[in-house]
């Protein structure tokens, strides 16, 4: 986690700013609650698909706020204030709901070495581009004999260049050695940081030398090299990582073809104000988000790119698919036009919610396509051709 604070003091409890946007996103969210409910009695009669579609979205949001203060409130709950000095590094854990504190010191004697690792967050902003970018900040992962010898791990992040000199200058003066991995380790599992900080993840030494410049710390468009081989053997060794692939352009096919036929169906299902229909709408919604959530977990990674190709594709097809079967089949009116149009602007507009469960199921159930497994079973291949050369 990483702390706030300068000249070697720091804490992690939540900043006033951090409070403030935590209450305004729980409003926000909470402002669409009241309006999907408004939406949801208002058409209650008129239309029930539009109540249970309201409701649906009330579910969502409801479930997020609750998480959003849960985990404010988990954050909060235990907080922490440490300081670097000439002995160590003390820190104090404070539970602030009964007010009880423990004191924990991390001599420089104990200290066996430093691994220090890219941690790597999204840019608000980079929503606004093609390209992702990232505010690139430094972990110290530092390996430590803790009590009757057991060893341990302090992890300490900062977004201060000046934090980042103050300890390698510190850990230098005590003569701890240092190392530098290219890896993004904050998602490795608790049970295996040790023996990944330890040994396991690949690292050569680091010198410094009163510049951090080869750190490249800061804005860039370098994407994290998440490290996650320990989660991938312990995939495959439990055989929980999908080898079926669905390409592309098989999903658009048949997406499309889906839209011909819901076209043919459907072209005179529309209502006097030009929307469609209850029988209508309950084969495009549920339908199209099933081929949405389809692509969302087959591609190797999510991002804007693959995001916005998906929306471009499927409003060419839909077009393309009108076209077809008003020229082949029948005659497509034009109110049933506008009326697929506002369902379709409505789809994208309400597609990033729609993307939450394809999420948690390729976390849940990834895929050896998925690019950071595919990558770890590209090294644990060539880690085997390297045993087997050793061993010839």
């Known amino acids: 986690m990483e702390v706030i604070g300068k000249k070697g003091k720091y804490t992690s409890r939540l900043s006033q700013a951090g409070k403030d946007s935590t209450i305004l996103i729980i409003i926000f969210l909470s402002l669409f609650v009241g309006l999907f409910i408004y939406i949801g009695i208002k058409f209650m009669k008129e239309d ?26 988990k954050r909060t709950s235990i907080v922490s204030d440490s300081e670097l000095t000439d002995t160590g590094y003390v820190t104090t854990f404070i539970d602030t709901n009964t007010n009880k504190s423990i004191k924990v010191e991390i001599l420089y004697t104990d200290m066996v070495k430093c691994l220090l690792s890219p941690y790597s967050v999204v840019r608000p902003s980079a929503t606004q581009s093609f390209e992702t970018t990232y505010n690139k900040l430094i972990t ?12 341990e791990v302090m992890r300490f992040t900062h977004h201060d260049e000046e934090e980042i000199h103050l300890w390698l200058r510190t850990l230098r003066e005590h003569n701890i050695p240092l190392e530098i991995t290219d890896y993004d380790l904050r998602f490795v599992a608790e049970k295996n940081y040790l023996s990944v900080v330890s040994s396991e993840v690949e690292r050569r030494p680091y010198f410094y030398r009163s510049s951090i410049e080869d750190l490249n710390i800061g804005i860039t468009r370098e994407k994290p090299n998440d490290y996650s081989l320990p989660e991938t053997k312990e995939k495959l060794a439990s055989n929980q990582l ?21 076209i043919y169906f459907f072209h005179n299902d529309y209502s006097s104000d030009e929307m469609l229909t209850n029988s209508a709408l309950i084969y ?23 995001c916005l190709q998906y929306v ?69 291949n060539e880690m085997k051709e390297k045993e087997t050369l050793k061993s010839n």
Do not use: C
């Open 242 to 262: 999908v080898k079926l692939k669905i390409p592309k352009v098989a999903i658009y096919s048949v997406q499309y073809l889906a839209m011909i036929f819901f």
């Open 284 to 306: 495009f919604y549920p339908g199209f988000a099933i081929f949405f959530s389809i692509y969302i977990y087959m591609i190797s990674h999510i991002n804007v790119k693959h």
């Open 140 to 151: 110290l992962n530092i390996l430590f004999r803790a009590s009757k010898g057991r060893m």
């Open 48 to 73: 029930p698909v539009i109540l249970v579609i309201m409701l649906f979205f009330v579910t969502i949001l409801t479930g997020l706020i609750i998480f959003i203060a849960k985990e404010t409130k």
């Open 312 to 380: 471009l594709v499927t409003i060419f097809s839909w077009v393309v698919a009108t076209y077809t079967v008003d020229g082949l089949f029948s005659k497509v009116s034009d109110k049933f036009a506008t009326a697929l149009t506002f369902e379709i602007v409505f789809f994208i507009l309400v597609s990033p919610f729609i993307t939450l469960f394809p999420v948690i199921i390729r976390g849940l159930k990834p895929a050896v396509y998925h690019e950071k497994h595919r990558k770890d079973i590209e090294k644990m």
